[in-house]
C-alpha cells in the first residue's frame, strides 16, 4: 500500500482546511487508516483514525473540531479541520495498517504504512 497525503497549507487561527489521503493498492479499503501529526521538537501523535467498518477514533485535542472520514470508491479518506488552532501546527502524516488503529498506543511504529507528509501552519 502506498499512500499520499496533500491539501496542507498556511491557515489563520479559526480557520478550516481538509486533507486528503490517496491509497494505492489492492484492496485499500479493507485497510485501518489515520492521521498522525508532527510539530516542531516534538514526537509524532496520534489524531483520529477510521476502521474498515467507518468506527472512528479522535485524540482528545481535536474533537468536536476535527473530522476523519473515507471515500471507498475513490480510495481515498479525508480530514476535514475546523476552528484550527496555532497548536494544531505540525507535519501531518497519514498511515494506514491491516490492525486497528486506536488512539492511546504508547507508539505507533507497528504501523506498516505511512505517507509523506503534509504541513500544515496555523497563525494567530
Known amino acids: 500500500v502506498q499512500l499520499q497525503a496533500s491539501g496542507g497549507g498556511l491557515v489563520q487561527a479559526g480557520g478550516s482546511l481538509r486533507l486528503s489521503c490517496v491509497g494505492s493498492g489492492r484492496g485499500f479499503s479493507n485497510y485501518n487508516v489515520g492521521w498522525f501529526r508532527q510539530a516542531p521538537g516534538k514526537g509524532r501523535e496520534f489524531v483520529a483514525s477510521?476502521?474498515?467498518?467507518?468506527?472512528?477514533y479522535y485524540a482528545d485535542p481535536v474533537k468536536g473540531r476535527f473530522t476523519i472520514f473515507r471515500d471507498h470508491t475513490k480510495d481515498t479518506m479525508y480530514l476535514q479541520m475546523n476552528v484550527l488552532k496555532p497548536e494544531d501546527t505540525a507535519v501531518y502524516y497519514c498511515?494506514?495498517?491491516?490492525?486497528?488503529?486506536?488512539?492511546?498506543?504508547?507508539?505507533?511504529?507497528?504501523?506498516?504504512?505511512w505517507g509523506q507528509g503534509t504541513l500544515v501552519t496555523v497563525s494567530s
Open positions: 477510521i476502521n474498515w467498518t467507518g468506527s472512528t
Open positions: 498511515a494506514a495498517d491491516e490492525r486497528e488503529i486506536r488512539p492511546y498506543y504508547t507508539d505507533y511504529q507497528w504501523v506498516n504504512y
